[in-house]
């Protein structure tokens, strides 16, 4: 078995003369707040993708299903695999932008793919802490591969417990035998602490490093591999927020080596190198462009956020008004629905174009204020800063909050996460999302 590395949870796994292209992702996500790094010269990224048998798609946020890149690239002729998610916005996707075959898997059952046997790993808990959450979502997925006799864990974003993990386990002793190598993600792939504006972020930075090597090293105890590639969690802030690159809680390879304390080997592959696990010889299929971090960080400090050109003219301070009432009243509605309790009094401080300083104190050019009122919680707020653009295609549907909320800053008194106040805001819609 042979695992690429490009970048983030963008893999290429070969075995048994079958190659899967996993979660393949280049250039901006989530309305512009992420970008991908490594990048790659686009033509030899697209003859590397179009070398594949088949694409997994883990789920639907912009970092793993790049709808542009898909069909760039040429590989929409190619089978799709996927969970048999709830909701089929995934699939009906992946159909409308012209995919000629979806197929969906059933969660911890065992799919023959040529040379290669898969299960998907279905999303168990909303959150990687454990805390409740009064919204289930059938959202994030991981995936095993079994082939040459090899087995190999894909983590990609899926927010799994230590049980989950041990759950995981089993069945891959139970299905394939033993665990030779995983993929996991590390540190926070979201907005903590870099996108918090009253909190000590060098200080939050640390801890939830310290956090995350302390749950890795867990997960380690549990998931017993004899090789361990970080794979996720990984890009760069461009634009007006680009300040905030140097607060995301990401550990380095050495602090992860060092926690393995000799526990499984480790290879950093992410840039375009092959690892072949059977005797574990590196070589590079894909060369990225030559910059740094750093250097690639300031090359993007300028870029533009693509709702910068959308028209809001049309929506005056009564349209928007209206926007908001008829979208809180939905939303209202659903919580009610699902007995859903609200944690935080929301309120979402509207700009005319957010931007931060070196420093990553916000701008100052607030224009409107509104307040989910009918769902305070004493003593606990938390403030939404944002465009006005972005807040009227957050609420009109034009885009999903979960990646807009990548382009605001935030205060939260106290310092407590709430995952169900985060997930509910999808809800904050004035018309049903699409189907599809």
Same mark, same amino acid.
């Not at 075995?15 to 899967?20: D, F, I, Q, W």
């Not at 010269?41 to 709808?67: E, N, T, V, W």
């Given at each position: ?15 048994g003369?079958?190659r ?7 250039g901006?996500?989530?309305e ?8 790659y010269?686009?033509?030899a990224?697209y ?10 798609i883990?789920?639907?946020?912009? #970092?793993?299903?790049?709808? @542009? ?8 002729d ?9 909701t089929?916005t ?8 012209g ?6 898997l ?5 799919f023959?793919f040529?040379?290669?046997s898969?299960?998907i790993?279905?999303?168990?808990t ?14 994030? *997925?991981s ?7 090899? *087995? ?8 799994l ?9 089993d069945?891959i002793?139970? *299905?394939?035998?033993?665990?030779d190598?995983?993929c996991?993600?590390?540190?926070a @792939? ?7 504006v009253?909190? #000590?972020?060098?200080a939050e930075? @640390?801890?939830?490093?310290? +956090?995350?090597?302390?749950? %890795?090293?867990?997960?380690?105890d549990v ?7 970080? @794979?996720g ?7 007006? %927020?680009?300040p905030l ?8 390879f050495p ?6 304390? =000799? ?9 375009g190198f ?8 590196l070589?590079q299929l894909l060369?990225p ?7 690639a960080?300031?090359?993007?400090a ?9 028209? #809001? ?24 629905q ?7 009094t929301?309120?979402?401080i509207?700009?005319? +174009?957010?931007r931060? #300083? ?9 224009i ?6 009918d769902h305070?919680a004493?003593?606990?707020?938390l ?6 653009k972005?807040?009227i295609?957050?609420?009109?549907g034009?885009s999903?909050?979960n990646?807009?909320l990548?382009l605001?800053?935030?205060?939260? *008194?106290?310092?407590?996460y ?17 189907a =599809?």
């Amino acid at each position: 078995m042979k695992i690429t590395h490009l970048n983030n949870s963008f893999l290429m796994i070969e075995a048994g003369g079958t190659r899967l292209l996993c979660d393949p992702w280049a250039g901006v996500a989530n309305e512009g707040g992420w970008h991908s790094f490594p990048e790659y010269d686009p033509d030899a990224l697209y003859a590397f993708m179009r070398s594949a048998d088949a694409a997994y798609i883990s789920h639907i946020h912009a #970092d793993h299903f790049d709808p @542009a890149l898909l069909k760039a690239s040429g590989v929409l002729d190619k089978p799709f695999i996927i969970k048999d998610f709830t909701t089929k916005t995934l699939k009906n996707r992946l159909l409308r932008l012209g995919a000629a075959r979806v197929i969906e898997l059933t969660g911890l059952t065992r799919f023959d793919f040529g040379g290669l046997s898969l299960s998907i790993v279905p999303q168990m808990t909303s959150n990687s802490s454990g805390f409740e959450d009064q919204i289930d979502y059938d959202l994030d *997925t991981s995936l095993i591969v079994h082939g040459d006799g090899l *087995t190999l864990f894909n983590q990609v974003d899926n927010p799994l417990s230590l049980d989950n993990y041990r759950t995981v386990r089993d069945y891959i002793e139970r *299905t394939y035998g033993a665990l030779d190598a995983a993929c996991l993600m590390t540190g926070a @792939a979201s907005g903590y602490p870099q996108h918090f504006v009253n909190i #000590d972020r060098r200080a939050e930075q @640390a801890a939830v490093i310290a +956090r995350s090597l302390d749950k %890795f090293s867990a997960i380690i105890d549990v998931l017993q591999p004899r090789l361990y590639i970080p @794979a996720g969690g990984t890009y760069i802030i461009p634009g007006r %927020f680009a300040p905030l690159n140097r607060w995301v809680a990401q550990p380095d390879f050495p602090a992860l080596h060092q926690r393995l304390n =000799g526990r499984a080997q480790a290879f950093d592959i992410e840039g375009g190198f092959c690892l072949n696990l059977s005797d574990l010889t590196l070589s590079q299929l894909l060369s990225p462009l030559p910059q740094s971090k750093a250097e690639a960080v300031k090359a993007h400090a300028c870029d533009p956020y693509p709702h910068d050109d959308f028209d #809001d003219s049309d929506v005056d301070a009564a349209a928007l008004d209206a926007l908001f009432a008829d979208a809180y009243a939905r939303y209202s509605a659903r919580m009610a629905q699902g007995g859903v309790v609200i944690g935080q009094t929301v309120t979402f401080i509207l700009h005319e +174009r957010l931007r931060v #300083d070196a420093d990553g104190v916000p701008s100052d050019d607030i224009i409107g204020r509104f307040t989910l009122s009918d769902h305070r919680a004493e003593g606990h707020a938390l403030n939404i800063h944002l465009d006005r653009k972005l807040f009227i295609k957050g609420l009109s549907g034009r885009s999903n909050w979960n990646q807009l909320l990548s382009l605001a800053l935030f205060e939260r *008194t106290p310092n407590l996460y709430l995952p169900t106040v985060d997930f509910s805001l999808n809800y904050l819609v004035c018309a049903p999302p699409p189907a =599809g």
